[in-house]
């Protein structure tokens, strides 16, 4: 059974910077491709940006390119997504999923879920 736990949430002013962690545990196999997605409220479930196995491959939605970052460390089945330039759109709950596909996943249809942390962004 994957677990998946997030941290690093929090409130910040317009312009600063936050580091989410997602630390999984569970058998490494299915702990291959992993991602970050976000909702707002009243608002759908969106991706924010995603890393293949070996973190050689990633991808971001547009409305985070160029201010967020996304890495891991496969050895410790853990995923970050550094955020800087934060704006209050960027407001919303942030939830890292994972699964034993081996590229990069876009599509919100992950195997496992982790419970999600809370960005606040204030003007």
């Known amino acids: 059974q994957v677990q998946l736990v997030e941290s690093g949430g929090g409130l910040v002013q317009a312009g600063g910077s936050l580091r989410l962690s997602c630390a999984a545990s569970?058998?490494?196999?299915?702990?291959?491709?992993m991602g970050w997605f976000r909702q707002a409220p009243g608002k759908e479930r969106e991706f924010v940006a995603a890393i293949s196995w070996s973190g050689s491959d990633t991808h971001y939605a547009d409305a985070v390119k160029g201010r967020f970052t996304i890495s891991r460390d496969y050895i410790k089945k853990t995923v970050y997504l550094q955020m800087n330039s934060l704006k209050p759109e960027d407001t919303a709950v942030y939830y890292c999923?994972?699964?034993?596909?081996?590229?990069?996943?876009?599509?919100?249809?992950?195997?496992?879920w982790g419970q999600g942390t809370q960005v606040t962004v204030s003007s």
């Open positions: 569970g058998p490494t196999f299915s702990t291959h491709a």
């Open positions: 999923a994972t699964d034993s596909r081996w590229g990069v996943v876009t599509t919100d249809d992950y195997a496992y």
